[in-house]
């Protein structure tokens, strides 16, 4: 930091979080409300767009609040409130990502290892449909391959790695047990494992594309180990497989720990803070995500009730959207029903989402510039202290959304 307090350099951050840095002087940076009025884009005071907000949401008929993985569990609590004030709908892109693992684990007692535990205990770590290399980027360096730990003294050198995926990854030069697999043959290989670990099935064949000799040699190497953890990503997830994959995952885990073979499972959730969504979301409503408050009691329906069968049925009219690029992300019929509706977007660069919206809030970044409450991947909660102020009139995703809800 210079002597005008400006950021020169960042030590010891990802390449993520060195980003949010460098946009806080960005040309991207969203730093004035704007409206959205016939086509032309003006400028707004802060209360003039909180008034605009609050026109908005009372003349919708039922809005879609959405977002939040990007945002402080404080900001989630104050999403919550609106959507039930409104008789909305609330969800998050958890529901599109690792909201099911998440849930799933916390039911099955499977949530509870922390990424400590990995330093100082696992010697056998597994990447599996996740690329923490080029998307988990202090991942391996800080928790789970490079650090030494109790058990792991010598860091990397007393751990074996395996890396799991359809293609050649950055991880993958790392790994012992490198195991490409067919798209979508997780569920095979999951069942090979307990067969032959499980049921002493003997292997005879190549297994979702991976060859025999290989596979054996990961098998054997998951065997022996004292401690194995399996992270594991969207790769196992994804193309409507979820439901499938992660019930016989769990299971095979359950089997290892029952035959004497100490092993825990890890859902790789993206976003910063969609862990603590789904935390903050479950306590208030009983839910994880997709909470439809316009029943008594709301409903809880991901078929019906989630964001893209919401707006692919086009039962919203508004949405209000917070840390989150849909426009960028749904699919294209989706996106294009999003369009169709009047967007309020909070967020601190110019995105997709952002230029197509009728109300543009500016706020500051969380972490950076505001503090607040989130949840690592592993559940653990972190309080976030700001480390600058925001630009002059920029207020926390915190500070907008409890003008809103004051005004509603």
Known sequence: ??????????????????????????KERLLKASVLTNGELKEAEFDEAIEEAVKILKNSRKPLVYGWSNASCEAISLGLEIAKRLRGIFDSTASLCH??????????????????????YADHVI?????????FHRHTSRYSVFPRGVEAPKGVES??????????????????????IRPGGDLELFKAIEA??????????????????????????????????????????????????????????????NVGIKCSVIPMAGHYNMVGCVETTLKTTGFPYAVDFSTNPPTYNPNQTSVIPVLLNERVDSALIVGADPLAHLPAKAAESLLKIPLIVLDFVESLTVRKAKLRIPVAITGVEAGGTVYRLDG?????????????????????????????
């Open 1 to 26: 930091m210079d002597e005008k307090g400006e950021i020169q350099k960042t030590f010891g951050s990802c390449v993520v979080g060195a980003e949010k840095v460098k946009f806080i002087k960005a």
């Open 99 to 120: 909201g099911y693992s998440i849930t799933t684990a916390k039911k099955l007692g499977f949530w509870g290892t922390n990424l400590e535990e990995v330093l100082d």
């Open 127 to 135: 990447f599996w449909g996740v690329n923490p290399a080029e998307t």
């Open 159 to 180: 751990r074996t790695i395996s890396v799991i995926d359809v293609r050649e990854t950055k991880t993958m030069r790392i790994a012992h047990n490198k195991l490409l």
């Open 196 to 257: 032959s670990i499980i049921r002493g099935e003997k292997i005879t064949g190549d297994v979702a594309g991976v060859p025999v000799m290989r596979l054996l040699s990961f098998i054997n190497d998951l065997k022996k180990s004292r401690h194995s953890t399996i992270f594991y990503g969207l790769g196992v997830i994804g193309g409507g497989a979820a439901e499938k994959n992660i019930s016989v995952l769990y299971e095979l885990v359950k089997q290892l720990n």
């Open 380 to 408: 653990k909660e972190v309080k976030l202290s700001p480390i600058l102020k925001p630009p002059e009139g920029i207020k926390s995703d915190e500070e907008v959304l409890s003008a809103i809800l004051s005004r509603l």
